[in-house]
T-cell receptor, first 117, second 115 residues
Framework: AQSVTQLDSQVPVFEEAPVELRCNYS??????LFWYVQYPNQGLQLLLK??????LVESINGFEAEFNKSQTSFHLRKPSVHISDTAEYFCAVRGDFYGGSQGNLIFGKGTKLSVKP | DGGITQSPKYLFRKEGQNVTLSCEQNLNHDAMYWYRQDPGQGLRLIYYSQIVNDFQKGDIAEGYSVSREKKESFPLTVTSAQKNPTAFYLC??????????????FGSGTQLSVL
């Protein structure tokens, strides 16, 4: 069965510093990868996604993620974070349709990003 | 405004009691989902529905039940058989089932606690 591993449960950084949130997935024939963000006491929102094509994908608020097939990774990066980026970030992969997940999203355990002034 | 509405925001359950969490969407989405979120555990799929009057078990369906009598509504009942119900419950929807290029839309969640 496919799986997603987020290596860091918490990442504290200072404002304007760069950040990388790590995500590794188990390989599959077709790979669709997502990053979702959850602000306190709210549901999740899609941040960015990789479906095909360019391995570097960007969001509208300055985050980017790179699909690396050889390393089975999809790390999320931002060159300069803001206080407002404080949230929990979830990496997800679409499960194989004929596997146990039946095509639904498989989420990692999340990484809490805490941006300090 | 289109979106997903979950109610109540906070819910308390007594021992042996069934409770129902509401999820309504006005996005005209075919598929709806229920996830359970525990601290440090990520999201786990409880049930999902691809179409009205049809639903499927997810990874942790034991102790839960759902219905999908209307396209807009997908209520989740946490039964007394669920021995550890305290968690944050998230409802989601998507235009089609198993979307490969469409995102999931999430509600703002219900925090269920045991008295």
């Amino acid at each position: 069965a496919q799986s997603v591993t987020q290596l860091d449960s918490q990442v504290p950084v200072f404002e304007e510093a760069p950040v990388e949130l790590r995500c590794n997935y188990s390989s599959s024939v077709s790979v669709y990868l997502f990053w979702y963000v959850q602000y306190p006491n709210q549901g999740l929102q899609l941040l960015l996604k990789y479906l095909s094509g360019s391995t570097l994908v960007e969001s509208i608020n300055g985050f980017e993620a790179e699909f690396n097939k050889s390393q089975t990774s999809f790390h999320l990066r931002k060159p300069s974070v803001h206080i407002s980026d404080t949230a929990e970030y979830f990496c997800a992969v679409r499960g194989d349709f004929y596997g146990g997940s039946q095509g639904n999203l498989i989420f990692g355990k999340g990484t809490k990003l805490s941006v300090k002034p | 405004d289109g979106g997903i509405t979950q109610s109540p925001k906070y819910l308390f359950r007594k021992e042996g009691q069934n409770v129902t969490l509401s999820c309504e969407q006005n996005l005209n989405h075919d598929a709806m989902y229920w996830y359970r979120q525990d601290p440090g555990q990520g999201l786990r799929l409880i049930y999902y529905s691809q179409i009205v009057n049809d639903f499927q078990k997810g990874d942790i369906a034991e102790g839960y039940s759902v219905s999908r009598e209307k396209k807009e509504s997908f209520p989740l009942t946490v039964t007394s058989a669920q021995k550890n119900p305290t968690a944050f419950y998230l409802c989601a929807s998507s235009i089609v089932p198993f979307p490969t290029n469409e995102k999931l839309f999430f509600g703002s969640g219900t925090q269920l606690s045991v008295l």
